[in-house]
C-alpha cells in the first residue's frame, strides 16, 4: 500500500519537528550558548541568561513549559504576596472576555524575554497604560477614578498587578491617621538558643580537626568566641560530609577544606535557600559559578571585582559577626549612588547608637534592616525570628518594604510618601518626602460617601 501525499507530508514534517526539537534542546544543553542568546534577558534573570534550561526545561510544549518554569521559581512568592491577579481569576469563565487582548493565564503575556526593546522595569515588556484592556470602566464604578490616565494606575503608592498587600482599601483605612514616626518600634529582636536545645558550648580542648592538618593560629580562638562553638558546634560540623550520609560508618569523614552554603544546610535552611533564591545566590541555585561584582550590571566597587557572593562574603569563615555583616561587608561590594549615601542619613547615625550600645537593639537601621529584614516565623508553637536572607524578596515594587521593615517604626501615610519619592530612594531617605500620596485620603473619602448613602437610606431620603 503507498501513503498519500499527505500523510507523506505529515511524517516529514513529524520527523523535521522531532529532529529540530533535539538538535535546538541540545544546543539549550551545551556549555558555550553566548551565541544562540537571541537577545539579552531582563535584569531579573541576567545572571542566568546562559543557562537556557532553567527556563527551557524542555524543547517541547511551549508556553505551558516556561509556565512551570516560571511558576517553580516565583510561584511560592506570588502566593506568599497573595497575587491580585492569579491565574485562577482567568481561568473563571466570568472573566474570559478579559482574556481578548492580553491572555493572562500566562506569564510571558507580560514578561517576555531575549526582547530587551520592550523590556521595561520589572521585566514588564507591556506598555505601561495596559490596565486599560481590563479595567477601561473603572471611573463608572470608582468616580475618583474619572479622569485619571491609565499609565498613572501603577504609580508608586497606587496599585501593584501582583503584590498589593500594603496597598489594599481596608489595609489603607485600619492604617490611617498614624504618626510619621511611631511611639514604639517594634522591629523584632534576634535572640539565641530560641528554637532547638543546644549542646553544651565547646572549648578549645574539644576541637575536632585532624592533627595532621595546619592552620592560621586566629582560627581556634575565633571559633571559641562564636555563637557556633558557645552552641556545640564543632569544626568537623562544617568541615566534613555526615558520614552517615555516606552510609561509610567506620570510616573517619574526609576533612573539607573550604566548605560551602551546603555545609550550612543541615542546620540553616531557612537562610540558604533564601539567599539561593535573590540576585547574590541566583547563579548557585543554578548550577553557575557564584556571582561576582565583575559580572554585575550595577555599580560596584572596583576593587572587589572578585570576590565570590557566598556566606563568607559577609560573614567570615569562622568569627561571626552580625554587624559588620549588615552594613560593612555590603560597603565592601556596592557603590551605587544609594549605596554611598547610606553613612550620611538619618537612620545611619540610629544604627551607630544602636552598635555603641546606647540605644536598645532594633532601634538602629542598617543596611540588613531594609534588605534582610528579620522575620517571625512559628516552629513548635513559639515565635522564632529568622533573617531572610534574599534581598529581592522586598525590594521590587518598592511598597513590598512598606508592611515588615518601614512600618515597624513609622506610619503607613509617610511610609508610602517616602516609598514612592525616587529622590529620597537615591539619597538613602534623607529628608522629607516631596509629595503626598493621595491613595489613604480617597479610602476615607469614599468609606464617608457609603456611611453617608447609607444614613441616607436609613432616615428614607
Ligand atoms: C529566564 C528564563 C529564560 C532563559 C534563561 C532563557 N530563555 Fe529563551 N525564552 C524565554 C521566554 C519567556 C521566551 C518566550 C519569549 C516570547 O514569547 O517572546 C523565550 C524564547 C526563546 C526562543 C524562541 C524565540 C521566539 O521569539 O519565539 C528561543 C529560540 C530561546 N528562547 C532560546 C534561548 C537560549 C538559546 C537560551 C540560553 C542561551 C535561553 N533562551 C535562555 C525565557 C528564557
Ligand atoms: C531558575 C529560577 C527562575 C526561573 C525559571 C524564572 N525566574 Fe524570574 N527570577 C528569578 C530570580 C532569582 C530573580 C531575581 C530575584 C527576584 O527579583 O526575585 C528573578 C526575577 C524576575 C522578575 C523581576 C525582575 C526585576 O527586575 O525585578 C520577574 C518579573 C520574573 N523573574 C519573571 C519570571 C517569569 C515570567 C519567568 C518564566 C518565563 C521566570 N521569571 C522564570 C528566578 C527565576
Ligand atoms: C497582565 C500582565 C502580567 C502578567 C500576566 C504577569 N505579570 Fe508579573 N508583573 C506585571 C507587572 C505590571 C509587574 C510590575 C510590578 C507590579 O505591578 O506588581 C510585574 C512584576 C512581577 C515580578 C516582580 C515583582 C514582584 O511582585 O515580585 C515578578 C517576580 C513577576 N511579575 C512574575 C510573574 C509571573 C511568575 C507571572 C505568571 C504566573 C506573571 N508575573 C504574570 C505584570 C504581569
Ligand atoms: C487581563 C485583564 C486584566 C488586566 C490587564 C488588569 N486587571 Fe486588574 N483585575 C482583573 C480582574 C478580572 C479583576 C477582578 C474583577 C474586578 O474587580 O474587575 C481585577 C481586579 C483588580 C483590582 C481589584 C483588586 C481586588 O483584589 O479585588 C485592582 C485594584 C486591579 N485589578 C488593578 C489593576 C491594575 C493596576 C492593572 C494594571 C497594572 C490591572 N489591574 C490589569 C483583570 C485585569
Ligand atoms: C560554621 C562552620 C565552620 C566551623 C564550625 C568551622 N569552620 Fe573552618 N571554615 C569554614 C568555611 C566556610 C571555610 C572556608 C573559607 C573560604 O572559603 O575561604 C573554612 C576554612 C577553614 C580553613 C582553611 C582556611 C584558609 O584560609 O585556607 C581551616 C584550616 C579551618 N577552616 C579550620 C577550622 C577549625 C580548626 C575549626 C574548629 C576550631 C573550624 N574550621 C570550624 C567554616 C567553618
Ligand atoms: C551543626 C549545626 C550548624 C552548622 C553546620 C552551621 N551552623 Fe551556624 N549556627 C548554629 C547554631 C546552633 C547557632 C547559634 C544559635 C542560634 O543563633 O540559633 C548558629 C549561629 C550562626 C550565626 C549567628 C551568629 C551570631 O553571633 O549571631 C551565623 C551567622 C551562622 N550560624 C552562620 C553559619 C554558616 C555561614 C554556616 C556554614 C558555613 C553555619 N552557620 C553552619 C548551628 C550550625
Ligand atoms: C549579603 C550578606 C549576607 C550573606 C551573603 C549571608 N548572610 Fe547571614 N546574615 C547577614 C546579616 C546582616 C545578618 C544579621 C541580621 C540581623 O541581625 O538582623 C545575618 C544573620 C545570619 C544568621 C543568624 C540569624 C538567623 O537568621 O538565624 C544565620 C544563621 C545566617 N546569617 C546564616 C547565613 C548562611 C547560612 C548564609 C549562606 C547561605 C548567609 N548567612 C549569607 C548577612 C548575610
Ligand atoms: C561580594 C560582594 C557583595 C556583598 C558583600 C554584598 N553584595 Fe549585594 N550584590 C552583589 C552583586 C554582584 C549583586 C548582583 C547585581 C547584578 O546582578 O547586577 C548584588 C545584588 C544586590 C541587591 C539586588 C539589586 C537589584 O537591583 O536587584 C541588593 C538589594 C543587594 N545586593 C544588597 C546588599 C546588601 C544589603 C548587602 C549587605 C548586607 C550586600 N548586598 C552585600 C554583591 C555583593
Ligand atoms: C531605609 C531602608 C533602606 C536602607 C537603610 C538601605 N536601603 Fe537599599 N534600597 C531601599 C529601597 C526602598 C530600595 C529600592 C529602590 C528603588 O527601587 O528605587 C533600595 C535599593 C537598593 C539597591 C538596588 C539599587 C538599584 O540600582 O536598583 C541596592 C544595591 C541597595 N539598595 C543596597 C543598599 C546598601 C548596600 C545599603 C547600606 C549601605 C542600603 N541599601 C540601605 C531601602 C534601603
Ligand atoms: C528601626 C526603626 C526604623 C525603620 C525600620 C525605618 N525608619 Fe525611617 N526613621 C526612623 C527614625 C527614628 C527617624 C527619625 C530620625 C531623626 O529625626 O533623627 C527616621 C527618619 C526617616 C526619614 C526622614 C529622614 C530625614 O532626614 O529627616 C525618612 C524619609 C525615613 N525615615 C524613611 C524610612 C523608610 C522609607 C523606611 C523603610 C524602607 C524606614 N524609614 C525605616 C526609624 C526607622
Known amino acids: 500500500m503507498r501513503m498519500s501525499n499527505t500523510s507523506l507530508w505529515i511524517l516529514w514534517a513529524l520527523l523535521t519537528l522531532a529532529l529540530c526539537g533535539w538538535l535546538g534542546y541540545s544546543l539549550l544543553l551545551s556549555d558555550d550558548n553566548e551565541i544562540f ?195 556545640g558546634v564543632n569544626c568537623s560540623d562544617c568541615h566534613s560530609n555526615d558520614a552517615a550520609d555516606s552510609g561509610v560508618e567506620s570510616q573517619q569523614p574526609a576533612w573539607i577544606e573550604k566548605p560551602d552554603h551546603n555545609s550550612c544546610r543541615s542546620c540553616h535552611e531557612q537562610q540558604v535557600s533564601g539567599f539561593l533564591s535573590g540576585m547574590h545566590g541566583m547563579r548557585l541555585a543554578a548550577g553557575l559559578t557564584p556571582m561576582r561584582p565583575a559580572l554585575s550590571w550595577k555599580p560596584m566597587r572596583a576593587q572587589a571585582a572578585d570576590i565570590t557572593l557566598s556566606c563568607n562574603s559577609c560573614h567570615q569563615a569562622h568569627d561571626y559577626n552580625p554587624v559588620r555583616a549588615a552594613t560593612e561587608s555590603c560597603l565592601g561590594c556596592h557603590a551605587d549612588n544609594h549605596s554611598l549615601a547610606y553613612q550620611n542619613s538619618k537612620h545611619a547615625a540610629l544604627w551607630q547608637q544602636e552598635i555603641s550600645g546606647s540605644a536598645d537593639s532594633g532601634s538602629g537601621v542598617s543596611c540588613a534592616t531594609c534588605h534582610l529584614p528579620r522575620e517571625t516565623h512559628q516552629k513548635n508553637g513559639k515565635d522564632v525570628v529568622r533573617v531572610q536572607h534574599n534581598q529581592n524578596h522586598n525590594l521590587r515594587p518598592v511598597e513590598k518594604m512598606a508592611r515588615d521593615v518601614c512600618m515597624h517604626c513609622h506610619g503607613l501615610g509617610f511610609t508610602l510618601d517616602a516609598l514612592a519619592d525616587p529622590a529620597l530612594r537615591a539619597n538613602n531617605f534623607q529628608g522629607r518626602p516631596a509629595a503626598h500620596i493621595e491613595s489613604i485620603r480617597m479610602a476615607e473619602e469614599r468609606l464617608r460617601q457609603q456611611q453617608e448613602n447609607r444614613q441616607n437610606r436609613g432616615t428614607g431620603q
Open 37 to 231: 542568546l537571541l537577545g539579552q534577558t531582563s535584569h531579573g534573570h541576567h545572571q542566568i541568561e546562559l543557562a537556557c534550561t532553567s527556563c527551557h526545561t524542555s524543547a517541547f510544549g511551549g508556553q505551558e513549559v516556561l509556565q512551570d518554569a516560571c511558576m517553580n521559581c516565583h510561584g511560592d512568592a506570588l502566593k506568599a504576596a497573595q497575587d491580585d491577579h492569579p491565574r485562577s481569576k482567568f481561568t473563571d469563565p466570568r472573566n474570559a472576555d478579559r482574556l481578548a487582548e492580553i491572555d493572562a493565564r500566562y506569564c510571558i503575556a507580560c514578561h517576555r524575554e531575549h526582547k530587551p526593546e520592550l523590556t521595561g522595569e520589572m521585566g514588564v515588556t507591556r506598555p505601561d497604560d495596559f490596565c486599560f484592556h481590563c479595567h477601561a470602566s473603572i471611573a463608572e464604578t470608582r468616580p475618583s477614578h474619572a479622569g485619571m490616565e491609565f499609565n498613572t494606575c501603577a504609580s508608586a503608592g497606587c496599585h501593584n498587578y501582583h503584590d498589593n498587600t500594603a496597598l489594599y482599601e481596608d489595609f489603607l483605612l485600619t492604617h490611617a491617621g498614624q504618626p510619621d514616626l511611631l511611639e514604639k518600634m517594634r522591629v523584632p529582636v534576634r535572640g539565641h538558643h530560641t528554637d532547638e536545645n543546644h549542646a553544651d558550648a565547646l572549648t578549645l580542648a574539644d576541637i575536632d580537626m585532624p592533627a595532621t592538618l595546619s592552620m592560621d593560629s586566629d582560627i581556634p580562638s575565633q571559633w571559641q568566641q562564636s555563637a557556633h562553638a558557645r552552641s
